[in-house]
């Protein structure tokens, strides 16, 4: 039968967590098109701008070489109309003929070809031999500076027109992106309510599923209270006949030694029971405030018997930690014990706690100069239950690590290790300060 505190339970809410997460891909593309509406808009609106800035220059250029050309055909006419040589009224014509034939292409606005006609056919009159000219030069010449009014004019009332349509063109642009916009605008806020009332519903189902993991951890403790009591409870009645055994009298050797182990083996279970009672519950520690030179001392004192021989050192510089005396206690004879298990063999065991302030944290340092880790056991070291090869060889079940990190990270700290084999182990542990 599956244990109370894994089986699986209703949430308070009929959704399911991943209906909800799936039901935001509509979201994800409706932005997604939003996204691509504002970069086509702003993409448009480039090309327009430019088309209408090409456009502008255009006709700015176009007007100017009008006028200069016009200009410059109505000089080579008062030049052509004032003389008689034949040389210089050839060198006239050509000159008027190539201005005639840049002028041709731009000759396209509503009167303006006829206009241009008409004073192509004046200035063929001028070009001609003079001998031949039905009227005078000055005549001629007076019609062709009238003609040439009259296209300056034209090309006057087309500059004015196409700037009035390049302002229309920019009116409509502005309103297009109004409209554009608007539409956006529109979009982006039914999406972002639609968002929120996704997230919305997301954030009731998280706070439920914390409740109901609350509950279960609730419900996880009161089990591993029960468990270590019904745990605990057989094994008092066997310590006890065993230590009646080993006072009886006459007791054979063999029997008192068998009896030994009996004993040693109900104490180290106790010790594996209280170590998995204080891993359960180290997710939770109670609250509070301490200061880590009062609890340092008491922990150094509490731990007297198994400090004999030991080379202990000191650095206290830090106040108070949010953190309750029994949990930094706790944390304390871990560290200091882990030192003493693993201490080395060839040189007397030395122990540096110390502590300091760092910032909003308070750091808490236990180094040794034990037996040390590998890299590969250094790696797990707060694993729960692992043992690396030189920890197999003494005492113990791997849960002493594991129980600091896991209170130092409930409190919100840290731990880090650091470790030489065969030389020397540091646990820092960083703690807030009160």
Same mark, same amino acid.
């Given at each position: 039968?599956?244990?109370?505190?894994?089986?699986?339970?209703?949430?308070?809410?009929?959704? &399911? +967590?991943?209906?909800?997460?799936?039901?935001?891909?509509?979201?994800?593309?409706?932005?997604?098109?939003?996204?691509?509406?504002?970069?086509?808009?702003?993409?448009?609106?480039?090309?327009?701008?430019?088309?209408?800035?090409?456009?502008?220059?255009?006709?700015?250029?176009?007007?100017?070489?009008?006028?200069?050309?016009?200009? $410059?055909?109505?000089?080579?006419?008062?030049?052509?109309?004032?003389?008689?040589?034949?040389?210089?009224?050839?060198?006239? /014509?050509?000159?008027?003929?190539?201005?005639?034939?840049?002028?041709?292409?731009?000759?396209?606005?509503?009167?303006?070809?006829?206009?241009?006609?008409?004073?192509?056919?004046? =200035?063929?009159?001028?070009?001609?031999?003079?001998?031949?000219?039905?009227? @005078?030069?000055?005549?001629?010449?007076?019609? *062709?500076?009238?003609?040439?009014?009259?296209?300056?004019?034209?090309?006057?009332?087309?500059?004015?027109? &196409?700037?009035?349509? *390049?302002?229309?063109?920019?009116?409509?642009?502005?309103?297009?992106?109004?409209?554009?916009?608007?539409?956006? =605008? %529109?979009?982006?806020?039914?999406?972002?309510?639609?968002?929120?009332?996704?997230?919305?519903?997301?954030?009731?189902?998280?706070?439920?599923?914390?409740?109901?993991?609350?509950?279960?951890?609730?419900?996880?403790?009161?089990? /591993?209270?029960?468990?270590?009591?019904?745990?605990?409870?057989?094994? $008092?009645?066997?310590?006890?006949?065993?230590?009646?055994?080993?006072?009886?009298?006459?007791?054979?050797?063999?029997? @008192?030694?068998?009896?030994?182990? *009996?004993?040693?083996?109900?104490?180290?279970? @106790?010790?594996?029971?209280?170590?998995?009672?204080?891993?359960?519950?180290?997710?939770?520690?109670?609250?509070?405030?301490?200061?880590?030179?009062?609890?340092?001392?008491?922990?150094?004192?509490?731990?007297?018997?198994?400090?004999?021989?030991?080379?202990?050192?000191?650095?206290?510089?830090?106040?108070?930690?949010?953190?309750?005396?029994?949990?930094?206690?706790?944390?304390?004879?871990?560290? *200091?014990?882990?030192?003493?298990?693993?201490?080395?063999?060839?040189?007397?065991?030395?122990?540096?706690?110390?502590?300091?302030?760092?910032?909003?944290?308070?750091?808490?340092?236990?180094?040794?100069? %034990?037996?040390?880790?590998?890299?590969?056991?250094?790696?797990?070291?707060?694993?729960?239950?692992?043992?690396?090869?030189?920890?197999?060889?003494? +005492?113990?079940? %791997?849960?002493?690590?594991?129980?600091?990190?896991?209170?130092?990270?409930?409190?919100?700290?840290?731990?880090?290790?650091?470790?030489?084999?065969?030389?020397?182990?540091?646990?820092?542990?960083?703690?807030?300060?009160?």
């Amino acid at each position: 039968m599956t244990p109370i505190w894994f089986r699986r339970r209703d949430f308070v809410s009929n959704e &399911n +967590p991943r209906t909800v997460l799936l039901s935001t891909w509509p979201v994800l593309v409706a932005l997604g098109l939003v996204t691509l509406l504002i970069i086509g808009m702003l993409a448009l609106d480039v090309f327009f701008s430019q088309q209408e800035a090409r456009r502008t220059a255009d006709i700015v250029e176009n007007s100017q070489r009008s006028i200069t050309l016009l200009n $410059n055909i109505r000089d080579h006419a008062k030049r052509l109309a004032a003389t008689s040589g034949e040389h210089e009224i050839d060198q006239l /014509a050509r000159a008027i003929d190539e201005d005639a034939r840049d002028y041709e292409p731009l000759a396209t606005y509503q009167g303006e070809r006829e206009e241009w006609m008409h004073l192509q056919g004046l =200035i063929r009159e001028l070009s001609g031999n003079p001998r031949n000219r039905q009227r @005078a030069a000055s005549v001629v010449e007076a019609e *062709i500076d009238n003609s040439i009014d009259r296209l300056l004019s034209i090309n006057s009332l087309e500059g004015s027109n &196409n700037v009035a349509l *390049i302002r229309a063109a920019h009116r409509q642009a502005v309103w297009s992106d109004a409209v554009v916009g608007g539409i956006v =605008i %529109g979009i982006t806020m039914a999406i972002s309510l639609w968002l929120l009332r996704v997230l919305g519903r997301q954030r009731r189902l998280i706070v439920e599923r914390v409740q109901l993991l609350d509950e279960k951890n609730q419900e996880l403790e009161a089990f /591993a209270g029960r468990a270590a009591h019904d745990l605990r409870s057989p094994m $008092n009645p066997i310590r006890g006949y065993a230590d009646l055994i080993l006072e009886s009298p006459g007791l054979p050797e063999g029997v @008192a030694t068998m009896v030994q182990r *009996i004993r040693q083996a109900v104490d180290r279970m @106790a010790r594996v029971v209280d170590d998995m009672l204080a891993l359960s519950i180290s997710g939770r520690p109670p609250a509070g405030q301490s200061s880590t030179a009062v609890v340092v001392a008491k922990t150094i004192e509490e731990m007297g018997a198994d400090l004999h021989e030991v080379d202990l050192v000191t650095k206290l510089g830090a106040g108070r930690v949010a953190c309750a005396e029994s949990v930094l206690g706790q944390i304390l004879r871990n560290l *200091i014990g882990n030192a003493i298990k693993f201490r080395a063999r060839s040189r007397p065991l030395r122990i540096t706690i110390e502590t300091r302030d760092a910032g909003p944290m308070v750091e808490l340092a236990v180094e040794d100069n %034990g037996v040390g880790m590998d890299p590969e056991s250094a790696k797990h070291a707060f694993e729960p239950f692992y043992r690396g090869p030189i920890d197999r060889e003494l +005492p113990g079940h %791997g849960l002493g690590l594991a129980i600091v990190d896991r209170t130092t990270r409930s409190l919100g700290g840290t731990c880090e290790l650091s470790s030489v084999s065969d030389h020397s182990t540091r646990i820092v542990v960083r703690l807030p300060r009160a």
